[in-house]
């Protein structure tokens, strides 16, 4: 499983639900949409300045998430921003080879 950090914003559709019915519980909502695509949420937090929510979710693959950001847009519920864990120690492993192999192009 992979680690994912989403970020997102509510419509005013959204806002006009959440003050129609504020009881309503949209951290089980979220989980419900993840669930369906084998996804899981581990962590979920209202936030107050840009973003209205912050998710840590454990995926398969980022395509997987990806599916519920295209549901959760389609449906106008609001907007979402995928951002994926990385181990940093690999890419720069990985990075070290890229540069072995590279040639700048020469300055003028």
């Known amino acids: 499983m992979s680690k994912f950090f989403v970020l997102g914003t509510y419509s005013p559709e959204s806002y006009e639900g959440f003050i129609k019915n504020p009881e309503q519980d949209r951290k089980a909502l979220a989980q419900a949409l993840a669930k369906a695509m084998?996804?899981?949420?581990?962590?979920?937090?209202?936030?107050?300045?840009?973003?209205?929510?912050?998710?840590?979710?454990?995926?398969n693959n980022f395509e997987?998430?990806?599916?519920?950001?295209?549901?959760?847009?389609?449906?106008?519920?609001?907007?979402?921003?995928?951002l994926e864990s990385v181990d940093i120690n690999e890419i720069?492993?990985?990075?070290?080879?890229?540069?072995?192999?590279?040639?700048?192009?020469a300055s003028n």
């Open 38 to 59: 084998n996804a899981e949420i581990t962590g979920m937090d209202f936030l107050r300045g840009s973003y209205d929510f912050i998710a840590t979710i454990e995926a």
């Open 92 to 105: 720069a492993k990985k990075a070290g080879t890229a540069m072995s192999n590279y040639v700048p192009p």
């Open 64 to 82: 997987d998430l990806a599916a519920v950001k295209l549901t959760f847009e389609a449906t106008r519920a609001g907007k979402m921003t995928i």
